[in-house]
């Protein structure tokens, strides 16, 4: 099971980043993908998901509407695309498989976690 997100970094506000999880195939093909965030001194908390197909995404509500979810099945891939980012997004990104093909909210539900990437946004 090998999960790794990369894509992080030092932006201003208002910018956008694309973080990236590259997951073996055989962990992800069939799971639920979530990302998943922890600023400083913070619980980690959830921030997007998606089900196995790339369908049904749910989103924290600190990040609706700014934030996109998607996947890419035969390669592996989750994307996480944040636009308009905003100071209190700072914080490590990480990116985690499902037991289940459902798209979860729940830490729980999430056996397999790959390293974190960091993104600091500047005001």
């Known amino acids: 099971v090998q999960l790794q997100a990369f894509g992080g970094g030092l932006v201003q506000a208002g910018d956008s980043l694309r973080l990236s999880c590259a997951a073996s195939r055989r962990t992800s093909s069939n799971n639920g993908m979530g990302w998943f965030r922890q600023a400083p001194g913070k619980e980690r908390e959830f921030v997007a998901a998606i089900n196995w197909s790339g369908g049904s995404p749910v989103y924290a509500d600190s990040v609706k509407g700014r934030f996109t979810i998607s996947r890419d099945r035969n390669n592996g891939m989750v994307y996480l695309q944040m636009n308009s980012l905003k100071p209190e997004d700072t914080a490590v990104y990480y990116c985690?498989?499902?037991?289940?093909?459902?798209?979860?909210?729940?830490?729980?539900?999430?056996?397999?976690w790959g390293q974190g990437t960091e993104v600091t946004v500047s005001s």
């Open positions: 985690a498989a499902a037991r289940s093909a459902r798209a979860s909210t729940s830490r729980n539900d999430y056996p397999y």
